[in-house]
């Protein structure tokens, strides 16, 4: 196994588009979110929201990063959300990977993640728990943190690329910029009809979409103080955005 180099998410932060790019660089390997069965499924599980998978209840994270290590490429590329792997992702691995990491503004997440998941919880919306990744990999492992906004990615997708790999230490190419078929792998049974809808839009892209102009969104008062938090970590982290 060649170079291990992870993004960690915020959901809906275009992090899916940001692989599918990945995904088209020479001797580049993807692992899509090796942590979501550990998350969901396992018997160590945080969430019961998709339901039982008798299959999957010994999936923990040594499967998970078996996953990782088991491919064979000079680049493996690995895309997950924060929340997902937090809890389970062990010191070793991310002190052996380049951690890098994707969000974007609160508000258009909010926007985007009520139609998918209405009753999401503070966890789901994965704010605090991609801070508490970072500071973890800055503080405690002596990272340099690597962000990527995703909305900047959708409006310069070169530039945020070319200074991404330069920054990670890997050669830009051109054909991550567009592709014939958006899907990013064959979804296993337990898993299609969720993925599909989470990738509606990339599954049906040949290249990454400018973003839509900004509008209000309105705060239901129930999710205000978790706004108000979100919004509190994003401006940490602008600091660090490419």
């Known amino acids: 196994m060649g170079r291990v180099v992870v993004l960690w998410a915020a959901p809906r932060s275009v992090s899916t588009a940001f692989e599918k790019a990945f995904s088209r660089r020479p001797s580049t390997r993807i692992v899509h979110e090796p942590f979501t ?14 339901g039982r998978q008798p299959d999957r209840l010994g999936y923990g994270p040594a499967a998970a990063i078996d996953e990782i290590y088991g491919c064979a490429a ?5 895309k997950d959300l924060a929340f ?3 809890p389970y992702v062990p010191d070793e691995f991310l002190a ?4 890098t990491f994707i969000v974007r503004r609160p508000r258009v997440v909010l926007r985007s993640l009520r139609g998918l998941k209405p009753d999401f919880t503070e966890e789901e919306f994965g704010f605090e728990p991609l801070a508490r990744l970072l500071r973890h990999v800055v503080e405690d ?5 690597v962000v990527v906004e995703g909305d900047r990615f959708r409006e310069a997708p070169e530039v945020q690329l070319r200074r991404y790999c330069e920054r990670i230490g890997v050669d830009f190419d051109s054909r991550m910029l567009s592709w014939p078929d958006g899907r990013i792998r064959a979804w296993a049974p337990h898993e299609r009809e ?13 290249r990454i979409i400018p973003p839509e102009p900004a509008g209000h969104v309105d705060i239901r008062p129930e999710e205000a103080d978790v706004v108000r938090r979100a919004e509190k970590v994003y401006a940490e982290l602008q600091g660090y955005m490419l």
Not at 37 to 50: G, L
Not at 74 to 78: D, N, S, T, Y
């Open 37 to 50: 069965d550990c998350y969901y499924f396992s018997e160590n599980a945080r969430s019961r929201r998709y």
């Open 74 to 78: 000079p680049l493996v590329f690995v």
């Open 84 to 86: 997902q792997a937090e």
């Open 96 to 99: 052996a990977a380049t951690n």
């Open 141 to 145: 492992l002596s990272q340099e943190p």
């Open 194 to 206: 969720s993925q599909a809808k989470w990738h509606r839009t990339l599954e049906t892209s040949t």
